[in-house]
Nanobody, 124 residues
Framework: QVQLVESGGGLVQAGGSLRLSCAAS????????MGWFRQAPGKEREFVAD????????DYADSVKGRFTIARNNAKNTVYLQMNSLKPEDTAVYYC?????????????????WGQGTQVTVSS
């Protein structure tokens, strides 16, 4: 079993910043790609970013590229999502997840364990 616990969400004004954290336990964290997804009310879940095992390779959705940064600390079993220049359209529940592939993926079906999510609300 794997447990993922997100934190760091909240309410912020447009243009502001937040840093999300996802603490993992129950698995050798450094063996797996990790990803962030989000789901806004009435919309499907969408890919935000992922990061390779050692942290050298990252991938971002076009909608967040240049504003969000994914990082990980394998010694702390934690993955982060630094979100800058936030927009109202970034409002969503953000989830971290473990990727069961060996190459990273934007498809949620490739991820097997998910956290409970943390709410991010950006006011205009």
């Amino acid at each position: 079993q794997v447990q993922l616990v997100e934190s760091g969400g909240g309410l912020v004004q447009a243009g502001g910043s937040l840093r999300l954290s996802c603490a993992a336990s129950g698995r050798t964290f450094s063996n797996y790609y990790m990803g962030w997804f989000r789901q806004a009310p009435g919309k499907e879940r969408e890919f935000v970013a992922d990061i390779s095992r050692g942290g050298s390779k990252t991938d971002y959705a076009d909608s967040v590229k240049g504003r969000f940064t994914i990082a990980r600390n394998n010694a702390k079993n934690t993955v982060y999502l630094q979100m800058n220049s936030l927009k109202p359209e970034d409002t969503a529940v953000y989830y971290c997840a473990t990727d069961r592939t060996d190459y990273g993926s934007r498809n949620g079906a490739a991820y097997d364990y998910w956290g409970q999510g943390t709410q991010v609300t950006v006011s205009s």
